[in-house]
């Protein structure tokens, strides 16, 4: 006997009828909650959704090329839900077994419609239904297990995760809906009585099924349709509530999955035209955020992954990622339900009628202004997000009203005038910006018109005595091995980063324009720096005004001069000490650039003669780096000293045993220098390019 069964085995007809009557409603109650968060989602400003499909094939295949990738690896492949233990454990073997289900009884759905129309078309039969019996049977064991394992993370409540009611809920509508599957399962081969394989590709079923050996066959069937009718139930239930619940994210998720940026410490420049026409620059209020934006505050889950790794909540700041994300979705839903449903406010005298639910001001009321600046925009949070949120540009598009408003005070609003009149946040002149070249005679573009590298020096390098040291011993390395190049020396501006970071677009693109127009000038095609802010900005922020770039690192350059044998190691070299290397959140997170600087550590090391001289990697290294607390113009900001995030890191440095903290920015050069003194007084900080003139045996750089 060929093996199969009825879709609607034991199912009398009024029941298939009342069944699909009920689909019905289910699904109208499921849209009706879809297209109330889609209203609130059209408030937001548009993102060109129609330029996705404009043009011919290719051109649209290319534009969602990306998008579709990301609902691959990140959405059905959970790339970003992965190592992370327990956790990761849980949803995927729930992710797995709900997905399987799905498709489980959509592919049934359609044999049951098929076969209406012919039983010829029938296909949920002979090898084809062992597979798929079999298949369901072992995924509905990994959904069960996921249900489980969340439950008991539930019961102990991490402090990282959202609690809310509803969530019990759901996970226990989850394991009601997988038990009462098996139950449905079991009581069918009852009172089915398959043989042979037919009952063996269910497993799990048949094994269930041996609870009730002792009941007849009625009893089997009338057992059977009451537990159906349960699951069913069950499962309307779950589909309903999916948009009025944390399921929302199963809807939003996808969606933010495919309309995120494709890249991280990249911001949308505003023009002037557009604060003309909106009378505002930056984000005012909750419809200010573009459509994606919002899409995501419904994507967000509340797992608490942003918060863990944070450094602003980690050193205890008025900031949560989470927080903020879950604080704007609730604005969300009050202001923007308020704009599209029409409720005027009764009269005084009426006793009747609706009233319009009190709206909430986005600044100040919903987010304070501490919070939004307490963020170093290191991107962490973004990056472990498995959906892809970002808290980083949900906030600097805040700051950047806030700072149109004149609301940034103190020394981040001193250093920002000081951009402006001197070009430097230090405020220091022009003319001295080159004054750290005496001595060493770094060639300007002027001195040599011919260079094929420039060498950006940025406002650290330029102004701050210690930075000054790197740039030193990069001059050094550069003359060395022979490379031609050239510096702006006073020529050369603040790359703007820190103000736009900050908030302040317009300042940042003067200094960027006139920068642009400098090496224009000049016909600079490839920069190496070794400030991953300044790379970053001259990359990604340039580009946007006409400034295209070949953009590296010193650390790559490093490299690729050691690889050649253009820096070789004296024959007395040395290095006795052991050490680590902190990622600077703008070079590995954001640039993904963390090889090249472990790889010029190690060949010193492997050049040395002395065993301890090894590199020690931090629990938290590479695109997992912990910030040093300097980036998104907190390097000018005053600090409470027992919430620096640079102590935390420091101590991270220094009980790996290393003697000596390799850095890669100057940001990070001064914050882990402050860190390290605080706790240590035997270890140094230093930048890779120091350490490598140290091999070198050159002497020591200032």
């Not at 239930?237 to 495919?258: D, E, K, Q, V």
């Not at 709206?359 to 973004?382: F, G, Q, V």
């Not at 009203?401 to 002149?429: D, F, I, K, Y």
């Amino acid at each position: 006997m060929t093996p199969t069964r009825e879709t609607f085995g034991n199912i009398p007809p009024a029941s298939q009828v009342l069944f699909y009557c009920l689909t019905v409603v289910t699904m109208a109650i499921f849209a009706f909650g879809i297209w109330r968060r889609f209203r609130l989602w059209r408030q937001g400003a548009p993102i060109g959704l129609r330029a996705l499909v404009a043009g011919n094939c290719r051109d649209i295949i290319t534009k969602l090329k990306p998008g579709l990738g990301r609902l691959l690896t990140d959405g059905l492949g959970q790339k970003r839900v992965r190592g992370r233990g327990l956790p990761s454990w849980a949803h995927l073997s729930l992710f797995a077994g709900f997905m399987m289900l799905f498709l489980g009884t959509t592919l049934l759905e359609i044999d049951h419609l098929a076969s209406g129309i012919s039983e010829s078309l029938k296909f949920h039969k002979g090898t084809y239904y062992v597979i798929y019996e079999f298949t369901l049977d072992v995924f509905g064991l990994l959904f069960l297990a996921g249900c489980i394992l969340f439950f008991w993370r539930r019961t102990r409540r991490p402090a990282s995760v959202g609690h809310r009611a509803t969530d019990w809920y759901v996970i226990i509508s989850f394991l009601a809906m997988g038990i009462t599957g098996y139950l449905v399962e079991g009581l069918r081969i009852v009172w089915q009585q398959p043989t042979g394989i037919a009952a063996q590709c269910s497993p799990v079923g048949l094994w269930v099924s041996r609870w009730f050996s002792g009941m007849t066959e009625a009893e089997a069937r009338t057992a059977h349709l009451a537990v159906w009718w349960g699951h069913a139930l069950l499962v309307f239930g779950f589909i309903a509530s999916i948009p009025y619940t944390r399921l929302m994210h199963i809807i939003a998720g996808p969606l933010n999955l495919f309309l995120a940026k494709p890249e991280l410490g990249r911001m949308s420049p505003v023009t002037m035209e557009e604060v003309e026409k909106t009378e505002r620059i930056g984000v005012s209020g909750i419809e200010h955020f573009d459509q994606q934006q919002l899409v995501s505050l419904d994507a967000c889950m509340e797992c608490g992954r942003c918060e863990e790794a944070c450094p602003a909540f980690a050193t205890d700041k008025p900031l949560s990622p989470k927080r903020v994300v879950q604080d704007l979705k609730d604005l969300m839903t009050v202001n923007l339900t308020a704009a599209v449903t029409p409720c005027p406010d009764p009269l005084p005298s009426q006793g009747r009628g609706k009233v319009r639910a009190k709206t909430r001001a986005l600044h100040d009321e919903t987010i304070n202004i501490e919070t939004l600046w307490s963020c170093t925009t290191c991107n962490a949070c973004t990056r472990v997000c498995p959906v892809r949120i970002d808290p980083v540009t949900l906030l600097t598009d805040m700051r950047r009203n806030r700072v149109g408003e004149g609301a940034l005070s103190g020394t981040a609003a001193t250093a920002l005038r000081r951009m402006q009149s001197s070009g430097n946040p230090w405020g220091l002149p022009a003319a001295e910006r080159a004054n750290w070249t005496e001595g060493i005679g770094a060639p300007t573009v002027q001195e040599n018109p011919q260079f094929e590298l420039l060498y950006w020096i940025g406002c650290a390098g330029s102004y701050d005595r210690r930075a000054q040291r790197v740039a030193r011993a990069m001059v050094k390395l550069l003359k060395h091995a022979n490379v031609n190049f050239a510096i702006l020396g006073r020529e050369e501006r603040c790359t703007g980063e820190s103000a736009r970071r900050l908030g302040d677009e317009f300042l940042f693109q003067e200094l960027a324009q006139a920068n642009i127009a400098t090496m224009a000038k000049y016909n600079v095609r490839k920069i190496v720096t070794h400030c991953p802010h300044c790379l970053n900005s001259l990359l990604k922020d340039y580009s946007q005004f006409g400034g295209h770039y070949e953009v590296i690192h010193h650390t790559q350059l490093l490299r690729q001069l050691l690889s050649e044998g253009r820096l070789k190691f004296s024959s007395n070299s040395s290095a006795d000490d052991a050490a680590t290397y902190h990622d600077p959140c703008y070079l590995a997170r954001v640039n993904g650039i963390h090889d090249a600087p472990r790889e010029v550590l190690k060949a010193l090391a492997t050049g040395s003669a002395s065993p301890a001289a090894e590199l020690r990697e931090m629990p938290r290294h590479r695109e997992k780096t912990f910030c040093c607390g300097a980036g998104g113009g907190r390097m000018w900001m005053e600090e409470d000293p027992k919430k620096r995030v640079c102590t935390v890191r420091a101590k991270e440095a220094l009980e790996t045993g290393a003697r000596t903290v390799a850095v890669g920015c100057p940001f990070c050069l001064t914050m882990m220098t402050d860190g390290v003194a605080a706790q240590s007084e035997s270890a140094r900080v230093l930048d890779v390019a120091e350490i490598l003139v140290e091999k070198l045996d050159f002497p020591k750089a200032g």
